[in-house]
Each structure stands twice: as C-alpha cells, then as structure tokens.
C-alpha cells in the first residue's frame, strides 16, 4: 500500500514536519507499506483561481503534486492547528485539485500544537473536510500537543509514553486503509 503524508505547514521554524518524518520512517518500516511525504513548504503552490482539472496551464509543481495525490492509496493530512483551524496550505490545496485525487481513500487526521490541546479545534474541521471529498475519515486520530516536548526535530520521539498512541494510530489507519484498497480491488476484479 502506498502511503501519502501531507506535511501543510509552510512556515519557517516548523515543528509539525518531525511528526511528518516520524510517521514517514514509521510507516516505510512497515511490511508492504510504501511512504511518501508531501511537503508543501517544498511544492510552493500558489493560490489557484481554477481546480487543477479545468487549469489551461498547470505549472511544473502542480502536475508533480497531481502525481503524488494520485500514486497514493490512502493519506495522513497532518496539519498544525492556526487559530483554530488547519493550515491554509492544506485547505489550498485540497480546493485546487478535484476531489477524484481524495474520493474513497482513507485518510487519517494528525493535528500538532505547541500547547497542551493538541490541535482539536481543527482536527474537528478535518472531518468535514475529508467528508466533503468523498474520503473516509479514519475515526482515530493522532492529536499532537507539546510537540517539542515529544519529537526532535529529526523525527525521532523523545517521549516514549507517546508511542502508544502513534501505534494506535498506524494501527487503526493501515486497518481502514487496507480495507477500502482490498474493497477497491474487489470493485476492480468484477
């Protein structure tokens, strides 16, 4: 199965991308799993005023995020929670391209903040979010409050009590994931 993190957050001094390379080298650790991270600090997406499907003119950057959308069997949005939301990268995102690159794939919600709440208020949004896509919603999710205190910047976890809840969350992610590719192969065959 292959497996696309998108990393939202685009400013300078980040701390939501360890957890992005924490899930990364987690998943690529993992039997028949592919991983891939999206940056979108790297893929510098304008704002678009037309959905990728209808663009006369797409740029380099966003066939190769098309690519990387449309290679994935399921997705992580992982997103640091801005007054009280998720990163408008994300949001860029997702509204630029049409919701054929999302429509039934499962995709789990990690939400990162500096402070104890972990991101929930935009955790919430999330949901709708992906409902609105046509994806499944993983119901775990992976709120990530006082990241600093947990991941260094390299990715690796500096609190072992959290690593309970990451295997949770890969857990219920690659079961829901590897239900809806089986279903999805199944659809193929007949």
Same mark, same amino acid.
């Not at 999710?141 to 260094?152: A, Q, R, S, Y």
């Given at each position: ?79 640091? $929670?801005?007054? !009280? &939301?998720?990163?408008?990268? =994300? ?9 054929? *690159? %999302? ?48 991941? $260094?910047?390299? !990715? &690796?976890?500096?609190?072992? =009590? ?9 857990? *219920? %992610? ?17």
């Amino acid at each position: 199965m292959k497996v696309l993190i998108i990393s939202s957050s685009t400013r300078k001094g980040r701390t939501s991308h360890r957890v992005a390379v924490h899930l990364n080298n987690r998943f690529n650790n993992t039997d028949g799993i592919e991983a891939r991270i999206l940056d979108l600090a790297e893929h510098k997406l304008p704002m678009f005023e037309e959905v990728y499907v209808r663009d006369e003119n797409p740029t380099d950057t966003a066939k190769e995020v098309a690519k990387m959308l449309n290679w994935a069997d399921a997705m992580v949005f992982l997103t640091p $929670e801005y007054n !009280g &939301t998720y990163a408008p990268a =994300l949001k860029n995102l997702v509204d630029y391209y049409n919701k054929t *690159e %999302f429509i039934k794939k499962a995709i789990g919600i990690v939400t990162i903040s500096t402070g104890a709440l972990a991101g929930m208020r935009s955790a919430v949004q999330l949901q709708n979010l992906i409902a609105a896509l046509f994806g499944y919603v993983v119901p775990y999710m992976l709120p990530v409050g006082n990241v600093t205190d947990k991941f $260094e910047e390299d !990715g &690796t976890l500096k609190l072992p =009590l959290f690593e309970n809840s990451i295997n949770n969350f890969v857990a *219920e %992610f690659l079961w829901l994931a590897d239900a809806v590719v089986a279903k999805k192969e199944l659809a193929a065959v007949v």
